[in-house]
């Protein structure tokens, strides 16, 4: 079984948000994003 922190989900989240602080969508730590989980 896959730790959650080096799940796909937090993969894509990291990405995500470090995506959009670096064309300042968002301040450093503010903004919300989703992400639909799927079963696996």
């Not at 079984?1 to 503010?30: A, C, H, P």
Request: hydrophobic share 30%; aromatic share 16%; net charge negative.
């Amino acid at each position: 079984m896959t730790k959650f922190i080096d799940s796909s989900y937090v993969e894509t989240m990291r990405e995500v948000t470090y995506q959009s602080y670096l064309r300042y969508w968002d301040e450093r730590n503010g903004g919300n994003v989703s992400c639909h989980l799927t079963a696996e």
